[in-house]
Structures are given as C-alpha cells and as structure tokens.
C-alpha cells in the first residue's frame, strides 16, 4: 500500500466525522448543542491557559500516583498468591468478591477515612486499577510452563526475575490494559464526587453554570486525554513484549 | 480442589470485619463490624425501597448490555465482513474506544435529566466497545480451510462460517460486558442521580448512615458476583461445542 492510500485510509473517516460535525453543527442556535466552531473557541480560551496547569496537570500527577501504585501492590501481591497453590485457594473467592464491587462505590466509603482531598482520590484509583492486575498476575503466575520452570531450577537462574515476572507479563499487561481504563473512569468519578478541583470538577462546574460550549470542550478533552493514554500504553507494551509479540508473528507463520 | 480452604479465605475475611472495628483499629463509626452491617440489611431488606432500587438497577443493566451486545454483534459482524468497511473503520474505533465513558455525564444529565435512561446511555456505550472489539477480533479469525469450504459449498456465510468462529470471542466479550454494564449502571445512578441502588449508597452517604451504606456496597458487590458467575455459565452452554469448553471436561 502506498503511503498516500495509507494516510487516506487512515485519516479519511475520522476527517469526515468531523468535518460532517462542523458543517451539520455550523449555526446551531440549540442551546444543548452548540456549534463545533464555537466548542472549539472554548476549547482554546478554557484550556489552554493557566487551567491547564492548575486543573488539569493535578488530576493527572493523581492518575499517574494511583495508577503505579495499583501496579506495584497488584503485581508483588499478584505473584505472591500465584505463587502459592494454597494461598491462591484461600484468597480466590474473597478477591471474586471484591473484584466484582463496582469501583465507584467505595468512593463514599473511603471519603469517610479521608475526607475529600488528593489521598481519597488516589486511593479511589488504587482501589479500582489493583483488582484486574492483581487477579490477571495471579493467572499469569498459575499458567507458568512447566518445562520452562524445572529448566530455570536446573541451570539455577533466578526464577522470580526471569522466569515468574517475564512468563507472566502478558498477563500482567492484558490487566494493566483493563486497568488504564478504570483508573480513567475513577479519575473523572472521585472528582465529580469527592469535589475540590480538578478536571471532573470543573466540568462538573460548567454543566451546573449553564456554560455549555466550555462543558462540551470539557468532554472533548476527557476524550483526548483517554486517546493519548492509549497511545501512550500502547507504546510501552510494544517495548516491553516485543519478544512476545516477535514469537507468537513466528508462531503462526 | 477441597471445598474448605476457599470457605477458610471467607471465614478470615468476615472475622477480620468483624474484629478489626471491635478491637479499635479501625474507628467503628467508620467501618461498622459484619454483624452491625449484617443486621442493618435485614431491617432493610424489609423495605420497599430497597426492592426497587434493585429492580431499577437491574433493569438498566439488563436494557444496557441487551443494546449494546445486539449493536455490538450487529456491527461487529458487518463490519467484520466486508474487508474495505473494516480498513476504513479501524483508525475511527481506536480513536473512540479509549473515551472514557464518565465524560460523558455532564452531557446525559443536560440532555436526558436524571432518569435511568441518563444511566443507559452511559451503560451502552462503555459495554458496546467490549462486544464490538471482540466480535471483530473474532471475525478476522475465520480458519482459511473453513473459507473454502464455505465458498465451495455455498454455504450462508454469516451463519455458517462468521458466526461460529466468532462465537468464543462473542462470549467473551458479553462477559466483560457484564461487568462493565454493572460498574457503570452504579456510577449513573450513583453520580447523576438516576433511581437506582447507585442512588441509595449517596443518599445513605449524605445522611450519614454508614451501616446501611455498607449494607448496600455489601449487596452490590454480591450482584456483581452474581454477573460474572451467570456470565460465566451462559458462556460454557453456549460453547459446550467449542473445543476450549469441551478439553476442560475431566475425562
């Protein structure tokens, strides 16, 4: 394929989304729906000036705070109880339970602890993002290859490093994936909820204040900002499993 | 697997929220021992409300992850099918499905209010992408061999050939679905307001009731088990033909 049909390929539809928006929307007098030119103009004015610094950039220190922690906690719990048949026996059913409240429900309870600042928030996310992790590590420790793991006790390589972190990795990404997604819901959710600031909070400001285009631009950058994670993730796990992904290309081949 | 270790995991746990209050780590205005919560259930189960904040998040559940795996499969194996749709669409549905689904609130509470069908869209679209993104992986799984033989045999193909090897990736992703639809039923009614146990569990915040908000999370959360193992059962009768279900039968 050509590099041009490539980009048409690409860019085409999302162009014309957009641009079928624009048009569809150009001189809109609905109150609800405003213009996309005039969601754009309050994108700029709202955004891009000193709330970038101080809305936007503590929600996200609070992602990235909540999110590595639910990774360390889930991944060395994760492979403890992997680790251990018996462990893993007892544990089951108690982590099913606790995995299956819904995240956002233990916002209320831990505002109770720790009132409405950044710790509640960050441990609104730690609660929600360590479940998938912890459980996907679990699984990927169980499923380590038997030869792999009497190979690695004979030729006495270090076991946890090169044989139980990197056979379970897949796993612990599949469930980092899944959590990525749930600490962006939680992000949003803690300040709607537990409210002081922030990006949620300032959205939910402009739905309250009637100020429409602001509130939609608000949406439009939550939306960005989940697309950019993406990315972002999706970069990390092609560093971290290129050796995965280069055997399973050889594999099917 | 013996039966008494998991119970032994439960035991511990239940033991744990009872004592931990008791003894005073914990302050117990805060974290009401099990038994409190316990009790405060039964003397809620007896009211009405309480029914009928079930049935509604129930029902919005049901609705959302009815819509969103029909549009889901409907799509996916459209889709799927047609190799140019398929190209034309991938940048567009990378794009969407990172949207995290709570930016939508603000927009359903000004256009929709707070009813449940505020709530349903939030619940359809986060469990849509889960069935579309699995319906299309599966699609595009469909075994060369099998192609043939559909094409030489003339066979429907949407029945014969695209349904059946996506079916595994279909379960999949109403499974995930599942909980998805769950999480999301109890943010709307939780954070917009729509009639639901979402609702009870703010409402019990703000007055300060914190046994019975407990109670509710209790119930929630017992819900949520309830989903996974019903999804997880459907999943098995409806694969008890596929080679992954059929290897796990002891022999």
Request: aromatic content about 8%; glycine content about 8%; charged content about 15%.
């Amino acid at each position: 394929m050509t590099i041009v049909r490539r980009i048409v390929v690409l860019l085409g539809l999302p162009v014309a989304l957009v641009a079928g928006w624009w048009f569809a929307s150009a001189g809109s007098t609905d109150f609800f729906r405003p213009s996309l030119q005039r969601i754009m103009q309050a994108f700029a004015e709202t955004w891009l000036g000193p709330r970038l610094v101080d809305e936007v950039l503590p929600s996200m220190i609070r992602f990235v705070l909540g999110y590595a922690a639910a990774l360390l906690i889930g991944v060395v719990v994760g492979v403890a109880i992997g680790l251990s048949p018996k462990a893993r026996a007892t544990a089951e059913p108690v982590l099913e339970f606790l995995r299956a409240i819904p995240p956002p429900v233990l916002v209320p309870i831990i505002m109770l602890f720790t009132g409405i600042g950044d710790t509640t928030k960050i441990i609104v996310i730690v609660s929600g993002c360590v479940w998938p992790i912890l459980l996907n590590t679990v699984e990927g420790v169980r499923a380590i290859d038997e030869v792999l793991a009497e190979t690695c006790r004979v030729y006495r390589i270090k076991p946890l490093r090169h044989l139980v972190l990197r056979a379970s990795s897949p796993q612990i990404v599949t469930g980092a994936r899944q959590a990525l997604a749930i600490g962006l819901i939680l992000m949003v959710i803690s300040e709607l909820v537990a409210a002081s600031g922030g990006l949620g909070f300032t959205i939910r400001q402009f739905e309250r204040g009637f100020q429409i285009p602001e509130m939609w631009s608000g949406v439009l950058l939550l939306g960005l900002i989940g697309v950019a994670l993406a990315g972002l993730f999706h970069l990390a796990e092609r560093r971290t499993l290129a050796w995965y992904h280069g055997s399973r290309d050889a594999d099917r081949k | 697997m013996t039966l008494w270790r998991p119970l032994l995991g439960l035991a511990a746990f239940g033991a744990l929220w009872e004592l931990l209050p008791r003894i005073g780590a914990v302050p117990a205005r805060w974290a009401p021992p099990l038994s409190r919560v316990v009790q405060e259930l039964l003397v809620e189960v007896r009211q009405p409300r309480f029914w009928d904040a079930i049935r509604d998040t129930l029902l919005t559940w049901a609705i959302g992850l009815g819509i969103a795996v029909a549009a889901g499969i409907v799509v996916g194996v459209t889709i799927g099918a047609i190799p140019l749709l398929r190209t034309v669409t991938a940048s567009t549905i990378e794009f969407l499905r990172p949207i995290p689904s709570v930016a939508l609130i603000p927009l359903v509470v000004l256009l929709y209010g707070t009813t449940i069908r505020s709530a349903l869209v939030l619940v359809v679209y986060a469990s849509f992408w889960q069935v579309l993104i699995q319906v299309l992986h599966g699609v595009a799984d469909v075994d060369p061999v099998a192609r043939d033989t559909a094409d030489v045999y003339r066979l429907p193909k949407v029945r014969y050939l695209y349904w059946p090897t996506a079916l595994p990736y279909v379960a999949t992703g109403v499974r995930l679905a599942t909980s998805v639809a769950l999480i999301l039923a109890v943010t709307g009614e939780m954070v917009i307001g729509a009639p639901g146990l979402g609702k009870q569990i703010w409402l019990a915040q703000q007055s300060d009731a914190v046994p019975l908000m407990y109670a509710l999370v209790l119930v929630t959360g017992l819900i949520g088990v309830a989903a996974n193992v019903l999804a997880r059962f459907a999943e098995r009768r409806a694969l008890a033909w596929h080679p992954s279900v059929r290897r796990e039968v002891p022999a």
